[in-house]
């Protein structure tokens, strides 16, 4: 266990905290524990680099804890009591596309005994745009924010999302070619 992974660990139990302060109506609360979490996903991984500490525990421990964050965050602001919160629709989609890629990457590792992953700039895009969405809706339950900002912002991540899907379903079967 090297300190970048520990850093990762302190992000993965951030989760439950983040959750419960979704499930107490407590907005600014949860958005502080999301930018912390965050803010140790950016630390981690300078760490590692700095340090030369990037392990095969961190490169499985990092995406988990990521996609962790950002299911738990679209599941419960969908089902929080909160007036701002992602539509159905929006959850759904987000949620597929995780399940889809991991499914994908398996079916390729278990084909071809490997799996060479390498993030595309639209699976970078989707991931900003996710995160982004967390907060501006978070932000738009404390202050009042135009509704159609908060639109804009969940559909373009929905945008990112689906087409990262495709670019991701491409590479995998040139990847079995």
């Not at 590792?109 to 799996?115: C, H, R, S």
């Not at 978070?138 to 924010?145: D, E, P, S, T, Y």
């Not at 999302?161 to 590479?171: E, F, G, M, N, W």
Request: aromatic share 16%; with cysteine; glycine share 6%.
């Amino acid at each position: 266990m090297s300190i970048a992974n520990y850093i990762t660990v302190l992000r993965i139990f951030l989760i439950p905290v983040f959750i419960i302060f979704l499930g107490y109506g407590k907005p600014l609360h949860a958005l502080i524990v999301f930018i912390i979490a965050g803010l140790t996903d950016a630390l981690d991984g300078f760490v590692a680099r700095k340090f030369n500490q990037i392990t095969t525990l961190g490169k499985i421990l990092d995406p988990i804890a990521d996609k962790a964050l950002l299911i738990s965050s679209f599941v419960f602001i969908y089902t929080s009591d909160l007036s701002v919160k992602f539509p159905y629709w929006f959850v759904v989609i987000v949620i597929s596309r995780d399940v889809y890629i991991l499914l994908g990457s398996a079916l390729i590792y278990f084909l071809k005994g490997y799996l060479d992953v390498r993030p595309s700039i639209f699976g970078k895009a989707t991931t900003f745009f996710q995160i982004l969405s967390v907060v501006v809706v978070l932000v738009a339950n404390i202050i009042q924010i135009p509704e159609l900002a908060v639109k804009c912002c969940i559909y373009t991540a929905a945008f990112f999302t689906v087409l990262s899907t495709i670019t991701y379903t491409y590479d995998g079967i040139q990847n079995l070619k």
